[in-house]
């Protein structure tokens, strides 16, 4: 298996080279013309459609709940160690063009929970099933119908030994065994059983541990990079500059940053992006479907949203700390360097404030991923693999903290830049039913909006 690392190393850095993320900007560029910059003009409204969509209509779980399972999986370590990462090998400028991915991302994001509820369908359990797969082969026609399997069987993959397990069991049983002294063992025999408690209870289970969870440590993460910002403040506006100039001269404020040209901070910073808020690989339509929803633009908005959370608020947030403590240029890389920037403010409590964040962050990674590889098990297989998908699942987070595999994570990130292809040839070929479906609920929301008018008495 050793053998084959440097060949799998070149397949990923072309996987995640000039083709892959010109498909995925690409895309997002090509939706936010047809949408009519959908993301700038819409954005109030699906900020407000998060706690006040009506959620009537078929579903599983409130549109709230769907997004919060969405979050569960988009945010995740990618938010610190990712972020962390862009920037130390793409330098400052690497933030930019996170903004850049993200902004057209959330046009592709919106597309995704579009057509989710557009074509989604009801499986033997009676629950709701949808995502990439359904729209693929419902929207597009029957004879895509391998292409939507291609999906699925990487999907499962994915959550199997990429995303959904090995790293984030890492980097649970690492941080919290760095920050708190916990032997390895004790942490990864924990995250089993909770795992298994939770994702044994379906889809209801993992919605409602998300919805508690994700918020508070969404909350928790922003407010303490909100305190590292203010002691910063006067700071903020060179930082910025910096941030901005380095995204097209590749030169760092310290003078000749190694390594740092502006093709790779755009290539770190769109692939570090994509990797954090997932727009355009596919997952978080398998969330969105099940929300309780009439209108697919409805949750399409909601999901939008999520993009924005991660990348334009988190990954900022964490991009920001280091430039302005100037943890960026120092010697430390990944969490460690997250680590330093909120130390040098805070002491040692910043440190354990950070492990906790990046602990919950992986945590609810887990528990989506969890779910999308099961709904993608459930379109292959029937309801009959569920449980031994789950078993597998279990057994697998239980051992990911004593396997160093690296060819295998390699590979999962091959499997992972496969999921968007099959993903964003749907998106394009449905790009008409997408804008006839935001022009139909607009049009709902003007007559709506119309009949809430008083009628003044004469």
């Known amino acids: 298996m050793e053998n084959l690392i440097p060949l799998l190393n070149s397949i990923d850095s072309f996987m995640w080279g000039p083709p892959l993320i010109t498909l995925l900007v690409g895309t997002g560029i090509y939706l936010t013309i047809r949408l009519g910059l959908l993301q700038v003009f819409r954005l109030p409204l699906a900020l407000k459609l998060i706690f006040k969509a009506k959620n009537k209509g078929e579903g599983d779980v409130s549109s709230f709940k769907a997004l919060c399972v969405a979050l569960a999986a988009t945010v995740g370590t990618g938010n610190i160690v990712g972020v962390a990462t862009a920037v130390k090998v793409g330098g400052p400028g690497a933030l930019f063009w996170m903004w850049v991915a993200a902004f057209f991302g959330m046009a592709t994001k919106y597309s995704e929970g579009l057509l989710a509820v557009k074509f989604r369908s009801v499986d033997a359990k009676g629950e709701i099933a949808g995502g990439p797969m359904f729209y693929i082969r419902n929207g597009i026609g029957e004879k895509y119908r391998p292409l939507a399997a291609f999906f699925a069987f990487a999907a499962i993959l994915v959550a199997w030994f990429g995303i959904g397990t090995f790293p984030q069991v890492n980097a649970i049983v690492d941080s919290v065994n760095i920050a708190f002294g916990v032997p390895r063992f004790a942490t990864d025999a924990a995250i089993t059983v909770l795992i298994a408690a939770i994702t044994l209870g379906g889809l209801q289970s993992i919605s409602r541990v998300s919805e508690a969870i994700?918020?508070?440590?969404?909350?928790?993460?922003?407010?303490?990079?909100?305190?590292?910002?203010?002691?910063?403040?006067?700071?903020?506006?060179?930082?910025?500059?910096?941030?901005?100039?380095?995204?097209?001269?590749?030169?760092?404020?310290?003078?000749?940053?190694?390594?740092?040209?502006?093709?790779?901070?755009?290539?770190?910073?769109?692939?570090?992006?994509?990797?954090?808020?997932?727009?355009?690989?596919?997952?978080?339509?398998?969330?969105?479907?099940?929300?309780?929803?009439?209108?697919?633009?409805?949750?399409?908005?909601?999901?939008?949203?999520?993009?924005?959370?991660?990348?334009?608020?988190?990954?900022?947030?964490?991009?920001?700390?280091?430039?302005?403590?100037?943890?960026?240029?120092?010697?430390?890389?990944?969490?460690?360097?997250?680590?330093?920037?909120?130390?040098?403010?805070?002491?040692?409590?910043?440190?354990?404030?950070?492990?906790?964040?990046?602990?919950?962050?992986?945590?609810?990674?887990?528990?989506?991923?969890?779910?999308?590889?099961?709904?993608?098990?459930?379109?292959?297989?029937?309801?009959?693999?569920?449980?031994?998908?789950?078993?597998?699942?279990?057994?697998?987070?239980?051992?990911?903290?004593?396997?160093?595999?690296?060819?295998?994570?390699?590979?999962?990130?091959?499997?992972?830049?496969?999921?968007?292809?099959?993903?964003?040839?749907?998106?394009?070929?449905?790009?008409?039913?997408?804008?006839?479906?935001?022009?139909?609920?607009?049009?709902?929301?003007?007559?709506?909006?119309?009949?809430?008018?008083?009628?003044?008495?004469?």
């Open 214 to 458: 994700v918020p508070f440590m969404a909350v928790l993460y922003v407010v303490i990079c909100t305190g590292l910002i203010f002691t910063h403040l006067s700071a903020v506006p060179d930082a910025v500059a910096l941030i901005i100039q380095d995204a097209f001269t590749g030169e760092a404020a310290v003078g000749g940053f190694a390594g740092s040209t502006m093709m790779m901070a755009m290539q770190n910073g769109i692939a570090r992006g994509v990797f954090s808020n997932e727009s355009g690989l596919g997952s978080a339509p398998i969330a969105a479907a099940a929300a309780k929803t009439k209108w697919p633009a409805e949750q399409g908005l909601i999901s939008m949203t999520g993009t924005f959370i991660d990348t334009i608020i988190i990954c900022s947030m964490t991009g920001l700390s280091l430039v302005l403590t100037g943890a960026w240029s120092g010697t430390s890389a990944g969490a460690m360097m997250t680590t330093d920037a909120f130390s040098s403010v805070f002491g040692a409590i910043g440190g354990q404030v950070l492990t906790i964040s990046l602990v919950l962050f992986a945590f609810t990674t887990i528990l989506g991923w969890n779910y999308y590889g099961e709904r993608a098990c459930i379109y292959l297989f029937g309801t009959k693999g569920v449980l031994p998908y789950r078993l597998i699942f279990i057994v697998l987070v239980a051992s990911g903290a004593f396997l160093k595999l690296e060819a295998i994570w390699i590979l999962a990130d091959i499997v992972n830049g496969l999921m968007a292809i099959p993903n964003l040839i749907a998106l394009i070929a449905l790009a008409g039913v997408i804008v006839a479906e935001t022009k139909l609920y607009m049009e709902h929301r003007h007559e709506e909006d119309e009949e809430d008018v008083p009628v003044k008495e004469l």
